[in-house]
């Protein structure tokens, strides 16, 4: 997967930057606030980003309805992901709203 030199550019909402044919493909560095997806001729597979936390740790959202959990993507401008992202780690938990090309944290996160 290929990401344009203008996707790099700081500073822009969360929006799409690419898509791939497997998750293997996805590289390991995103631009910030770029998602990337995983999918096949005629569907959206996964969702793969870093966390808004920027700690490091990479989301990779399910989007196939007969999988649970899953989420719904709004691909047109400006990005949406549907439900909210609530990753558990160790030592955090980065819980979020992707809306409209923005993060909304959710009021119980810590971080």
Known sequence: MKIAWWKWLP???WRIVGEAESADEV???LPRNGV???RDTNR???IVFN???RTGHRIMLNTDAARKPNWSLNEVKPLTISPSIDFQGANRRCHYFI???RIVWAKDTYR
């Open 11 to 13: 500073f822009q909402r």
């Open 27 to 29: 590289p390991d560095r």
């Open 36 to 38: 990337a997806l995983v």
């Open 44 to 46: 959206v597979k996964w």
């Open 51 to 53: 966390c808004p936390c």
């Open 99 to 101: 809306r409209n090309g």
